[in-house]
C-alpha cells in the first residue's frame, strides 16, 4: 500500500531533551516536507526537500533541523525542544512539488 | 511575498445545502492551484487541481473554479453531506529558480449540521 508513514504518532517531552521525529514514504517521490500546524494558523512549512541530500528552510525553520540522506525517509530532529514547538507535525511526500502531496497521518508532540 | 488567502474562515450549513468557499492568492509566477480537504486530526487529502488554462474540474459533488485573471478559485459542494465537515485548505503552487514553491492558505473551517 503506498503510504506515507510517521513515527511516533504521539510524543510528550521535556524542554531540551532531543528528538527525532521519522517519516518514511514508499511511493519513491523525489519531494518531501514537513509541516506543523496550530489552531487557528493553518499549515506552515518547516523544511523540504526536493531531492535526496537536497533540504531547504521552509517559513518556519527555527528550532528544527532536517536531513534526507535516501529518498524514502526525511526525519525531523528537534535538538533543544521548547514548549513553543508543542504542535501537530505532518510529513508530506510527491513527486515533485507541483504534484498532489500525501500527507502521513501526523505527529502530536507537546513539549512541557 | 506569496500569498493565499481564504475565506471565509469557519461555515456552519446544514446537511443537504450548498456552499462556496473562496481563495484569493498573489502567487506568480502560477503553477497549479489544489484543493485539499483535513478531517480533524488526519493528514490533508488532494481534491482537485486547476492548472493556469482551466476554469473548472469536478470531482464528484465538488467543483472547483479559477479565475487565472482575477487570481481567485472557489469550492463549491453541492448537497453537503455531514462527512463534508472537515477544513478546506487551498494551496498555490508557483515556479521559481529553486522549482517549485507552495504557498498554503488558512483553510476554511466547515462543519455541516443534520
Not at chain 1, 508543542?86 to 513539549?111: D, H, I, K, M
Not at chain 2, 467543483?63 to 472557489?74: E, I, M, R
Not at chain 2, 498555490?92 to 517549485?100: D, F, I, L
Request: net charge positive; proline share 5%; glycine share 6%.
Amino acid at each position: 500500500e503506498a503510504q506515507v508513514t510517521q513515527n511516533p504518532r504521539y510524543l510528550i517531552t521535556v524542554t531540551g531533551k532531543k528528538l527525532t521525529v521519522t517519516c518514511s514514504q514508499n511511493m519513491n517521490h523525489e519531494y518531501m516536507s514537513w509541516y506543523r500546524q496550530d489552531p487557528g494558523l493553518g499549515l506552515r512549512q518547516i523544511y523540504y526537500s526536493m531531492n535526496v541530500e537536497v533540504t531547504d528552510k521552509g517559513d518556519v525553520p527555527e528550532g528544527y533541523k532536517v536531513s534526507r540522506k535516501e529518498k524514502r525517509n526525511f526525519p525531523l530532529i528537534l535538538e533543544s525542544p521548547s514548549p513553543n514547538q508543542t504542535s501537530l507535525y505532518f510529513c508530506a511526500s510527491s513527486l515533485a512539488a507541483y504534484n498532489e502531496q500525501f500527507f502521513g497521518p501526523g505527529t502530536r508532540l507537546t513539549v512541557l | 511575498k506569496n500569498q493565499v488567502e481564504q475565506s471565509p474562515q469557519s461555515l456552519i450549513i446544514l446537511e443537504g445545502k450548498n456552499c462556496t468557499l473562496q481563495c484569493n492568492y498573489t502567487v506568480s509566477p502560477f503553477s497549479n492551484l489544489r484543493w485539499y480537504k483535513q478531517d480533524t486530526g488526519r493528514g490533508p487529502v488532494s481534491l482537485t487541481i486547476m492548472t493556469f488554462s482551466e476554469n473548472t474540474k469536478s470531482n464528484g459533488r465538488y467543483t472547483a473554479t479559477l479565475d487565472a485573471d482575477t487570481k481567485q478559485s472557489s469550492l463549491h459542494i453541492t448537497a453537503s453531506q455531514l462527512s463534508d465537515s472537515a477544513s478546506y485548505i487551498c494551496v498555490v503552487s508557483a515556479y521559481n529558480n529553486a522549482g517549485n514553491m507552495l504557498t498554503f492558505g488558512g483553510g476554511t473551517r466547515l462543519m455541516v449540521k443534520p
